[in-house]
């Protein structure tokens, strides 16, 4: 607390979120954040000055962390635009000393918000459409995306975690893709497995096919050997066309249509290891075997329902 109250008392511009310091670069008033700091010419650039911006630069998310630590209300949201903000005005004033002329302050302090805010979030877009939509203007969009994408590279090659999550690690609270993969590892494929289905032999032709097609409303039909092993899969939407080029030709087999799937599923794998199979395959549904032969499929529809459903009842729980 005393350190605190030192620090503001010496350097007043450090207190709060700094959105009111913000708002006074950009109409290009350095007063309020270095009142109480004589030192400091305001009406002109110098070297002395970019030192002090480069110094509540930094004492910035110092103190804000020390505030928060100590009980204090608030988050990083403000301090990172504060910051943001006064690292675009402090490359604006630094250019300006080695001779470069007719640049914009705005356009500094609007680009170093949106790095700096991308960085901490790891979140490009969110950067690049917030302050486009604090200055109401698209004007900024190219060079307000390669600065976001810098730094978001930069922040990620420094580290894997955004600060937000690095926070709810230091707390002891798992991150987004964690509270994910432990829910779904909670629940087995089994639970899900869809066993109603109309199986095809490899020798069944188009006529025999059309027939259970059309007694059924399921989409996709499994293709099983004698020993009820897993042939391939016939789609009923790839049927369907056929029906009326060809007459029902009985030399169309099933072994002739269908798909062999090269990712299988087993009961007692976890919704976890299903979403990943999913992820790495273009099938909405995959099949699920067990001790070699073939017992039903497992719909990507229903395991996103089931991890929602995990989801909201996680949430009434907190």
């Not at 006074?24 to 004589?38: K, R, Y």
């Not at 432990?182 to 629940?187: A, E, F, I």
């Not at 391939?232 to 790839?238: C, N, S, V």
């Amino acid at each position: 607390g005393l350190v605190l109250y030192a620090a503001f008392l010496l350097v007043p511009g450090l207190k709060g979120e700094g959105y009111n310091h913000i708002a006074g670069l950009e109409q290009g008033s350095l007063t309020g954040v270095l009142a109480g700091l004589p030192i400091v010419s305001l009406e002109q650039q110098s070297w002395s000055l970019a030192a002090l911006l480069a110094l509540l630069m930094l004492l910035k998310p110092a103190v804000s962390a020390l505030f928060l630590e100590s009980g204090g209300d608030g988050g990083v949201f403000g301090p990172s635009l504060f910051c943001g903000a006064f690292l675009g005005y402090l490359l604006y004033v630094i250019l300006t000393l080695f001779g470069l002329q007719n640049l914009s302050p705005q356009v500094f302090i609007c680009l170093g918000m949106a790095g700096v805010l991308a960085g901490v979030m790891h979140a490009p877009l969110s950067g690049i459409f917030l302050i486009a939509e604090l200055t109401g203007s698209f004007s900024l969009l190219v060079p307000l995306m390669l600065v976001t994408a810098l730094s978001t590279f930069i922040c990620r090659s420094l580290s894997g975690r955004s600060l937000y999550k690095s926070i709810l690690t230091s707390r002891g609270e798992q991150a987004d893709e964690q509270v994910e993969l432990r829910l779904l590892s909670q629940t087995r494929v089994a639970a899900l497995l869809d066993k109603h289905f109309i199986a095809f032999q490899p020798d069944y032709t188009l006529r025999m096919m059309q027939q259970a097609v059309s007694r059924s409303a399921l989409s996709v039909f499994p293709v099983l050997a004698a020993d009820g092993s897993l042939a391939g899969i016939i789609l009923a939407d790839e049927l369907r066309p056929l029906y009326q080029k060809t007459l029902f030709d009985d030399n169309i087999l099933a072994c002739d249509l269908m798909h062999v799937p090269n990712l299988f599923l087993q009961p007692e794998n976890t919704l976890a290891e299903a979403a990943h199979a999913f992820d790495s395959s273009t099938w909405r549904v995959l099949p699920v075997l067990q001790d070699g032969a073939f017992v039903g499929f497992l719909d990507k529809g229903a395991v996103l329902d089931c991890y929602r459903e995990m989801l909201h009842h996680r949430t009434e729980m907190f």
